[in-house]
């Protein structure tokens, strides 16, 4: 048979075909497109199709479809297919049988795996969302298999998430086809995959990702007051997001500040504050590509969470430089990688499409006019404090302490520890830092890495600052709650004679340096 013709098969009625619906469009789209046509010469009128039939009657169709010439006497490429749609996995069964494939099929995923080790197929085609066993795993458990080494894998699935598909090529599937899927394309495929020659071209624009654009030239834009410190608080809960009537005023969003500084954009934390932080950048700079700085002083959820809801990052053109340390047992670029894991957030960090790089600090790091020092935190983990310096101004973030002499007792050697954080925020004009429990709280949260106000208090004092901002604060306290902490942070200033300027932060709040 040569290409072009039409292929007359015959479908009995035990392929539970929607027949009525397809003599009316004379063709079929149902998960895939096969072009079937009604030979409406063996079919002499509609009514043909209806149940006035004799029992055990079937139809004849055409496919009209561009056929490769069936090659005579060699043995024929053997197909698995697994898809619990009953009409798909039919068609696909009868549609690679006229194209000279020989097709076992199954209605689910444990029917389809036993069916691969059975019959030893040359390819198998997959669903994804089957019953007994999922088409991840059926694709698993191929790769993982010794005997079924080299079997060419297509899955053909309705998920058209860009993280589905990513994640059945990690697992070893060669080809993804996005249902409706045409047909031809599947046999092309497969004849392509057998015989080890790369896919049509077709086959392979439905797996490839969209090719990430070039970076461009990106020009920092220049801030309104250009030799100032600018800091807003786009995050200042600790531990969760706490949104709220009780939390108006305040805010609920968990760590982040931005800091402009000179030409520069600095952002310390990306919490889930750090999602509006992103949306006043794009109203602020509409199209103009950013460079902005993010310093991560450490990696736990509320430090971070918000980081996949960044939309500057999904932005070509745009860079993003991400400082921190190494985590405990991986690279920071694993750690963000691992909390976009397809498994925790549908989208890949690398549909970000803003250049990335992240920088593992091994000292200061100096950003046109503006150096930024760290300084190690007393937190479970590995935390950073931050100070960031611009003509003559600085800013010092200091967020999940808990001050040395609360676990180690009142000694030499805490307070020399504690007297290194009052050192790295000596004299700041601005003074970030956690209080994230009153006195009371603190005994039952002892060793959870936090303070109080009162240390708040007693380093920003003994470091001379200008003006202290609470920052981190509890989800337990609601805004009444922090304006009494407010009160009793002034009553104890006026006791102890500390001058600087005390207030707590709130989600919004601007500060010029
Ligand atoms: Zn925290
Ligand atoms: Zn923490």
Same mark, same amino acid.
């Given at each position: 048979?040569?290409?072009?013709?039409?292929?007359?098969?015959?479908?009995?009625?035990?392929?539970?075909?929607?027949?009525?619906?397809?003599?009316?469009?004379?063709?079929?789209?149902?998960?895939?497109?096969?072009?079937?046509?009604?030979?409406?010469? #063996?079919?002499?009128?509609?009514?043909?199709?209806? #149940?006035?039939?004799?029992?055990?009657?079937?139809?004849?169709?055409?496919?009209?479809?561009?056929?490769?010439?069936?090659?005579?006497?060699?043995?024929?490429?053997?197909?698995?297919?697994?898809?619990?749609?009953?009409?798909?996995?039919?068609?696909?069964?009868?549609?690679?049988?006229?194209?000279?494939?020989?097709?076992?099929?199954?209605?689910?995923?444990?029917?389809?795996?036993?069916?691969?080790?059975?019959?030893?197929?040359?390819?198998?085609?997959?669903?994804?969302?089957?019953?007994?066993?999922?088409?991840?795993?059926?694709? &698993?458990?191929?790769?993982?298999?010794?005997?079924?080494?080299?079997?060419?894998?297509?899955?053909? #699935?309705?998920?058209?998430?860009?993280?589905?598909?990513?994640?059945?090529?990690?697992?070893?599937?060669?080809?993804?086809?996005?249902?409706?899927?045409?047909? &031809?394309?599947?046999?092309?495929?497969?004849?392509?995959?057998?015989?080890?020659?790369?896919?049509?071209?077709?086959?392979?624009?439905?797996?490839?990702?969209?090719?990430?654009?070039?970076?461009?030239?990106?020009?920092?834009?220049?801030?309104?007051?250009? #030799?100032?410190?600018?800091?807003?608080?786009?995050?200042?809960?600790?531990?969760?997001?706490?949104?709220?009537?009780?939390?108006?005023?305040?805010?609920?969003?968990?760590?982040?500040?931005?800091?402009?500084?000179?030409?520069?954009?600095?952002?310390?934390?990306?919490?889930?504050?750090?999602?509006?932080?992103?949306?006043?950048?794009?109203?602020?700079?509409?199209?103009?590509?950013?460079?902005?700085?993010?310093?991560?002083?450490?990696?736990?959820?509320?430090?971070?969470?918000?980081?996949?809801?960044?939309?500057?990052?999904?932005?070509?053109?745009?860079?993003?430089?991400?400082?921190?340390?190494?985590?405990?047992?991986?690279?920071?670029?694993?750690?963000?990688?691992?909390?976009?894991?397809?498994?925790?957030?549908?989208?890949?960090?690398?549909?970000?499409?803003?250049?990335?790089?992240?920088?593992?600090?091994?000292?200061?790091? &100096?950003?046109?006019?503006?150096?930024?020092?760290?300084?190690?935190?007393?937190?479970?983990?590995?935390?950073?404090?931050?100070?960031?310096?611009?003509?003559?101004?600085?800013?010092?973030?200091?967020?999940?302490?808990?001050?040395?002499?609360?676990?180690?007792?009142?000694?030499?050697?805490?307070?020399?520890?504690?007297?290194?954080?009052?050192?790295?925020?000596?004299?700041?004009?601005?003074?970030?830092?956690?209080?994230?429990?009153?006195?009371?709280?603190?005994?039952?949260?002892?060793?959870?890495?936090?303070?109080?106000?009162?240390?708040?208090?007693?380093?920003?004092?003994?470091?001379?600052?200008?003006?202290?901002?609470?920052?981190?604060?509890?989800?337990?306290?609601?805004?009444?709650?922090?304006?009494?902490?407010?009160?009793?942070?002034?009553?104890?200033?006026?006791?102890?004679?500390?001058?600087?300027?005390?207030?707590?932060?709130?989600?919004?709040?601007?500060?010029?340096?």
């Amino acid at each position: 048979m040569s290409n072009g013709e039409f292929l007359r098969v015959f479908i009995p009625d035990r392929y539970p075909f929607a027949m009525k619906s397809l003599a009316a469009r004379h063709h079929l789209q149902i998960g895939i497109i096969c072009r079937l046509e009604i030979d409406l010469t #063996s079919c002499k009128q509609s009514a043909d199709l209806d #149940s006035n039939r004799p029992k055990n009657a079937g139809y004849n169709i055409r496919l009209s479809l561009i056929i490769q010439p069936a090659s005579h006497g060699a043995p024929l490429p053997r197909i698995v297919i697994a898809d619990d749609d009953d009409d798909i996995r039919s068609i696909v069964e009868l549609g690679l049988n006229a194209f000279g494939f020989e097709v076992f099929a199954a209605p689910d995923g444990e029917e389809g795996l036993r069916l691969v080790r059975e019959k030893k197929p040359d390819a198998v085609v997959l669903d994804l969302m089957m019953p007994k066993i999922h088409g991840f795993a059926v694709c &698993q458990a191929i790769r993982n298999d010794p005997q079924l080494k080299g079997l060419f894998i297509v899955v053909g #699935s309705a998920k058209a998430y860009a993280a589905d598909i990513k994640k059945v090529k990690t697992l070893g599937a060669n080809i993804y086809l996005q249902k409706p899927y045409d047909l &031809q394309v599947l046999a092309d495929t497969l004849r392509a995959g057998i015989s080890q020659i790369p896919a049509s071209a077709t086959a392979a624009a439905q797996v490839s990702a969209p090719p990430k654009k070039p970076a461009q030239e990106v020009s920092i834009p220049t801030t309104p007051e250009n #030799s100032l410190l600018q800091v807003k608080f786009w995050g200042t809960r600790g531990s969760i997001a706490t949104p709220g009537r009780q939390t108006l005023r305040y805010g609920g969003n968990t760590s982040c500040v931005e800091v402009r500084s000179g030409n520069s954009i600095l952002l310390f934390d990306c919490g889930t504050g750090v999602r509006e932080a992103g949306m006043g950048m794009l109203r602020e700079f509409q199209k103009q590509p950013l460079h902005i700085h993010l310093f991560v002083s450490h990696t736990h959820w509320d430090h971070i969470q918000g980081f996949p809801f960044f939309t500057p990052a999904y932005i070509p053109g745009n860079k993003l430089s991400i400082y921190s340390l190494h985590g405990t047992d991986k690279s920071l670029e694993r750690i963000f990688t691992g909390q976009m894991d397809s498994t925790y957030f549908p989208v890949d960090l690398t549909d970000m499409m803003a250049e990335f790089k992240f920088i593992e600090l091994e000292g200061p790091v &100096q950003i046109g006019d503006t150096t930024v020092r760290h300084v190690y935190l007393n937190h479970p983990g590995v935390a950073l404090g931050f100070r960031v310096e611009h003509a003559g101004k600085s800013v010092v973030y200091v967020t999940d302490h808990e001050p040395y002499y609360r676990l180690l007792g009142d000694n030499d050697s805490s307070h020399k520890l504690d007297h290194e954080i009052d050192e790295f925020a000596r004299g700041a004009d601005l003074y970030i830092r956690e209080a994230q429990y009153t006195e009371e709280e603190y005994p039952s949260h002892r060793s959870w890495g936090h303070g109080t106000w009162k240390d708040a208090l007693n380093s920003a004092h003994a470091a001379k600052v200008r003006r202290l901002f609470l920052y981190h604060h509890d989800p337990m306290h609601d805004d009444e709650s922090i304006d009494r902490i407010v009160e009793s942070c002034r009553t104890y200033m006026r006791e102890n004679g500390m001058t600087f300027e005390c207030y707590a932060a709130g989600d919004q709040e601007m500060v010029s340096l």
